[in-house]
């Protein structure tokens, strides 16, 4: 099959032929349908986070199941599935008390990772968060994908997969917005047009979009945010402060930048919540002033949306398919797997919301 390949980090990815196994016990093959290029795939190439290599990237995906190993029950050949970055174990404890994005068991979550799944000459090539979603099919472990209803467009739905189940499942599970809150959103990218979209559906009263560019403030308008500030222009603490009235009760990070972090908690009000949603780079620290906890400041850390994918992912896929959720909308751009550095660099301009690798 062919996979874009990245070899060496800050270097182009390379379209290959490579070789997959057959789906082993509790294993699933997908044949790719389409999937999302993400900030996260961005970070691992600009070697912001270490990686083994050769690495397939990709990881907000959306195809048919191929076929299955012995055991697995829950999916069929032809089944319509949305990927999960995050195969869970189901027995440690994070699992137990319904904290699955949790889990820490990722051998008994993933046994089959040990063995290589996908080969080039007979050399392993890793795969990113057992998806590897930048190629023709992926192997992954049963709780790692997910059935969807099969009228759902997977070219679109493939995005339920990080970004939209990220953004909106912040709002609503991590940080339990409610109706009526003050609101601001750092970043108005893939995940921040799904914080601004997810606390218009829980019905926030002030949604302030915060970015460098005007086009992205413009798409975040569209998605729902009241108020847009143009951090190159503004004092961006200062206009939030003021749009608020100093009453913010939450402030999303989306980007993951330490300093958009500081930023966020100097706008918010005392009791006030500070969520982290974008992914810091590994070795980056967060400078807060240490007094302002004394008005019982909150910062909070978010992964995946805190999402119980067997929950969460259907009613976000309903919510699509009803027209209450925004998702054609995120998708700027659609390429052949050979765009992909292509999209990449769109990425990297900050230009678009969200590129999508079609297959087939
Ligand atoms: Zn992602
Ligand atoms: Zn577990």
Not at 77 to 102: I, K, M
Not at 181 to 204: K, T
Not at 218 to 244: C, K, M, P, Y
């Amino acid at each position: 099959m062919k996979a874009a390949v990245l070899w060496e980090q800050q270097q182009a990815l390379k379209i290959e032929e490579v070789d997959h196994r057959q789906p082993g016990p509790g294993e699933v093959l997908v044949r790719t349908v389409a999937s999302g290029v993400c900030h996260s795939d961005l970070h691992m190439i600009d070697g912001l986070w270490p990686a083994r290599l050769p690495m397939i990237l990709g990881h907000e995906a959306a195809g048919v199941v191929e076929k299955v190993g012995s055991g697995v029950s829950h999916v069929k050949p032809g089944d319509h599935v949305v990927a999960n970055f995050r195969p869970f174990c189901g027995r440690c404890g994070f699992c137990v008390s319904g904290r699955p994005y949790l889990c820490d068991n990722q051998e008994a979550a993933d046994p089959g990772a040990a063995e290589d799944r996908v080969t080039l000459d007979g050399r392993r090539v890793e795969i990113f968060t057992s998806v590897g979603s930048f190629a023709e099919y992926m192997l992954v472990p049963e709780t790692g994908v997910l059935r969807v209803r099969q009228d759902a467009p997977l070219e679109k739905v493939c995005l339920v997969g990080c970004a939209v189940m990220t953004g909106i499942g912040a709002v609503t599970n991590t940080a339990k917005v409610g109706a009526g809150a003050r609101v601001a959103v750092i970043g108005a990218g893939g995940i921040g047009l799904n914080i601004i979209q997810g606390a218009r559906l829980v019905g926030a009263s002030q949604i302030i979009a915060v970015d460098l560019l005007d086009s992205k403030l413009e798409l975040a308008r569209q998605f729902g945010a009241t108020h847009t500030v143009n951090a190159a222009n503004d004092d961006a603490v200062a206009r939030v402060q003021e749009i608020s009235g100093r009453q913010l009760d939450f402030a999303f990070e989306s980007i993951g930048r330490p300093q958009s972090a500081t930023d966020a908690f100097r706008m918010i009000a005392f009791g006030g919540t500070v969520v982290i949603v974008g992914m810091m780079p590994l070795k980056s620290e967060i400078t807060l002033p240490g007094f302002a906890f004394l008005f019982e400041k909150k910062v909070i850390g978010c992964m995946y949306g805190s999402a119980r994918v067997g929950i969460d992912m259907p009613r976000l896929i309903d919510l699509y398919m009803d027209g209450r959720l925004m998702v054609d909308e995120l998708v700027s751009r659609e390429w052949e797997l050979e765009g992909i550095n292509d999209a990449f660099s769109l990425l990297r301009s900050g230009e678009v919301a969200r590129s999508i690798i079609r297959y087939g």
